[in-house]
């Protein structure tokens, strides 16, 4: 059975490595040696879609974005990977709401080039009954970032990953 680590990591890398997303973290182990851990842990990353009028959005609005955004992905070429995404709700880490929770699309990818070119469409269309609504999506990342380094390393290393 293997031992324990005790480490703290110092970095990560993310990357594609034979088509799959790959991070790679760096540290330092409680007795001071250096450590590579390698994952294919996919961290999500959360959109927040704010309509430009506005105005909440209903349950088909947010069907609608979700299949845009996998038919987005599907469109790539070369093909690049899948996407999950799914709707969920969270406090929004950017903006002072009093703990309210907003409506979002939890997206993992495949492979981190899908990520890059899906970040980069900031704005979609949608029907909304006869008219078209824009909607522009907000990417959060910081809840990303955080849960990767603090949980997931910590998952990945047996134990807390503070030391001592």
């Not at 704010?50 to 974005?65: F, K, Q, T, W, Y």
């Not at 093909?79 to 979002?104: P, Q």
């Not at 939890?106 to 609504?133: A, D, F, N, Y």
């Amino acid at each position: 059975m293997n031992k324990p680590i005790r480490a703290q990591i110092i970095s990560w890398e993310s990357s594609d490595e034979n088509g799959a997303f790959r991070i790679d973290m760096f540290g330092r182990t409680s007795e001071g040696k250096s450590i590579q851990i390698r994952s294919s842990y996919r961290p999500p990353f959360y959109i927040k879609p704010v309509a430009d009028d506005g105005d909440r959005l209903d349950e088909s609005e947010m069907n609608e974005i979700i299949e845009q955004l996998e038919e987005r992905v599907r469109s790539f070429r070369p093909y690049l990977g899948n996407i999950t995404a799914e709707k969920t709700k969270k406090t929004d880490l950017c903006s002072f709401v009093n703990g309210r929770k907003d409506d979002f699309i939890k997206i993992s990818c495949e492979t981190l080039e899908v990520r890059k070119k899906l970040c980069r469409s900031h704005v979609i269309t949608i029907s909304s009954g006869p008219e078209k609504r824009k909607i522009h999506l907000l990417e959060y990342l910081p809840k990303n970032e955080y849960y990767f380094q603090h949980h997931e390393a910590s998952q990945l290393l047996g134990r807390s990953n503070q030391l001592p």
